[in-house]
């Protein structure tokens, strides 16, 4: 079997986030999940509506997670692949090609996102209905 790590925000828990993360955990036995963490949020120019400490409480009470790790940088993914002994990176598929200089240390898979539901998507479906 294989490890398995992803990575993102979670904020605004939706099924896309469970498809990735039970099709990412079905991929191998034990799925690691680096969490943006809200420093990390902000230098990418994010704002997560939940802190960190609650999306990481909301993750690890998901079936399909087995360990929620800090993500700090872009630059940490290779450190974290070699640390965990990570056979598997997954990704969505609006990532395709991004992380493909991981392969040099794990297999690489970009996953086909949800259709019609994302993050911005419920957001600004949230704010139409609230300036409707």
Request: proline share 2%.
């Amino acid at each position: 079997m294989k490890k398995v790590i992803t990575y993102g925000t979670f904020d605004l828990i939706h099924n896309g986030h469970i498809n990735i993360l039970r099709r990412a955990k079905a991929m191998g036995h034990y799925l690691v999940v680096g969490l943006s963490t809200d420093d990390f949020n902000e230098l990418k120019g994010k704002k997560a509506y939940h802190s960190y400490e609650i999306r990481k409480d909301i993750l690890e009470a998901i079936r399909y997670v087995d360990e929620v790790i800090p993500e700090k940088s872009w630059d940490q993914k290779v450190e974290d692949v070699k640390h965990h002994n990570i056979d598997l990176f997954v990704m969505g598929d609006d990532w395709e090609g991004k992380f493909d200089f991981l392969k040099k240390y794990c297999e690489v898979v970009y996953l086909p996102r949800t259709v019609g539901i994302s993050t911005t998507k419920i957001r600004n479906d949230l704010y139409n209905v609230d300036n409707g």
